[in-house]
């Protein structure tokens, strides 16, 4: 198993600005993933970020709205940059397990005003 | 794109009942997992059954899983009032992607 640390877990952030979302794991893994949940949703997977590579971002997200970085094999951050209402959600990050299951953070509650 | 449609959407029990959720799914899998969310937070995992197994078990927890119907369900024994989340299955497709269904959020009334 796998022990992972996210914080911050709830902010309220302005319209335009940026948030970082940073998550610590217990042990070194090969991949972070970090998910979206919007409000009564399942999750969404925005992006695979591989340490010392670029993140690789599914359908639908760009790098400019959700830019990450792995600097090393336990860490990544994630940050939604010039907010909008729209992207209030949970966002959470992952690691898999030997099994392929999935590891989570606490999660964290982002509000946009 | 979501794999797995489940359903119900949404269960409402007594505590003492039995909890049955199902998730449908599209492509080959390599296994099937189901996870706990409460209250928005992270999820949990739960019990992982692989596809060449039909049934799984786990304390108050049943699996199974028909890969010619590519379906599976989670049965839920005995309920109580803190197996009151959401429920969510989530399929292995390979090359270390998991994905998740639509989740099935169940209330447990005391």
């Known amino acids: 198993s796998a022990v992972i640390s996210q914080k911050p877990s709830r902010d309220i952030c302005q319209r335009g600005t940026s948030l970082t979302i940073q998550c610590q794991v217990d042990s070194q893994v090969t991949m972070m993933f970090w998910y979206r949940q919007q409000p009564g949703q399942s999750l969404t997977l925005i992006a695979t970020a591989n340490q010392g590579s670029e993140a690789t971002y599914e359908s639908g997200f760009v790098i400019d709205k959700f830019p990450i970085s792995r600097p090393n094999l336990t860490f990544s951050t994630l940050t939604v940059s010039n907010m909008s209402p729209e992207d209030s959600s949970i966002y959470l990050c992952?690691?898999?397990?030997?099994?392929?299951?999935?590891?989570f953070g606490q999660g964290t509650r982002l509000t946009v005003v | 794109s979501q794999q797995g449609e489940e359903d119900p959407q949404a269960l409402s029990i007594q505590e003492g009942e039995n909890a049955t959720m199902n998730c449908s799914y599209k492509t080959s899998i390599n296994n099937l997992q189901w996870y706990r969310q409460n209250s928005g937070r992270g999820l949990v995992h739960l019990i992982l059954i692989r596809s060449n197994e039909r049934e799984k078990h786990s304390g108050r927890l049943r699996v199974t899983l028909d890969t010619s119907k590519k379906s599976s369900s989670l049965l839920i024994t005995a309920s109580r009032a803190a197996d009151t989340a959401s429920y969510f299955c989530?399929?292995?497709?390979?090359?270390?992607?998991?994905?998740f269904g639509t989740g099935t959020k169940l209330q447990v009334i005391p």
């Open positions: 992952s690691v898999l397990g030997g099994n392929t299951e999935a590891f």
């Open positions: 989530a399929t292995d497709e390979g090359y270390q992607k998991v994905t």
